[in-house]
Nanobody
Framework: QVQLVESGGRLVQAGGSLRLACTASDRTFGRDSVGWFRQGPGKEREFVASITWSGKTADYADSVKGRFTISRDNAGNTVYLQLRNPTPGATAVYHC???????????????WGQGTQVTVSS
């Protein structure tokens, strides 16, 4: 069973930047497409961004397009999420999820990480 560990979450000021990392325990991670999701206080978990196993295709929620960037380093078993100019509305626990070959969704994922807290101050 692949385990995912998220890191990089912290307190950041609006307009700043930070990078989250999602590191997998298994070298077969290179076959998994990965998604980032977030759950803000009192909100449902929502999709943020995804990247295919090859890294060739990325997709973003409309609310983060142009400000967040997803990327991956398969040699390092890690997927990144760069947050630029986050707003207080981006405050949430950020989770990554993996799925063999196909893009994961809230309801179709093979495994999830425990999450990392991002807090954006105004």
């Amino acid at each position: 069973q692949v385990q995912l560990v998220e890191s990089g979450g912290r307190l950041v000021q609006a307009g700043g930047s930070l990078r989250l990392a999602c590191t997998a325990s298994d070298r077969t991670f290179g076959r998994d497409s990965v998604g980032w999701f977030r759950q803000g206080p009192g909100k449902e978990r929502e999709f943020v961004a995804s990247i295919t196993w090859s890294g060739k295709t990325a997709d973003y929620a409309d609310s983060v397009k142009g400000r967040f960037t997803i990327s991956r380093d398969n040699a390092g078993n890690t997927v990144y999420l760069q947050l630029r100019n986050p707003t207080p509305g981006a405050t949430a626990v950020y989770h990554c999820a993996g799925r063999l070959w196909h893009i994961p969704s809230l309801f179709e994922s093979d495994y999830w990480g425990q999450g990392t807290q991002v807090t954006v101050s105004s």
